[in-house]
């Protein structure tokens, strides 16, 4: 039986947050963010970077408790070099909002995996869209 577009809209929306939920919750001793992006696009929009901010500013003693992870991801839409560069922009791009919050440089690690170790399956239009994203990774410091 095939699905309207409402309720095909309805069902991708209910897997996008189960996974949201079920991926930020990973390791219990990391603490995931992640912030999306449209294809093609290395533009972080406003609400998502009012966002992480305000879920920088909400972890207590971040700069003296973790080290921060920079993931980032993309589609295989536009081929490996493509895909290379826009990883590395996305990246950037939060790179440069955490520098704009006083974060120290030295604290930040960068991984631009581009297509290369999905998450999410690409053969989906679905699991391609979850792949359009950077994972900030907050890594307690061990003493």
Known sequence: MYLNKVK???LLL???LLAIAGFSQGKSDQIVKSIYFEGGSYY???????DLSHWLDSIPNLLNKYEIQLISHTDPIGGKRYNEW???MRSN???NLLLQKDIPQHIIHTK???FE???YSNESFGGMIMNRRVDVVLHPIVF
């Open 93 to 95: 791009s939060v790179f």
């Open 8 to 10: 095909r809209g309805k």
């Open 44 to 50: 972080m929009d406003e609400s998502q970077a009012l």
């Open 112 to 114: 631009d995996w581009a």
């Open 117 to 119: 170790n999905p998450v």
């Open 86 to 88: 826009l990883s590395k």
């Open 14 to 16: 209910g897997f996008f």
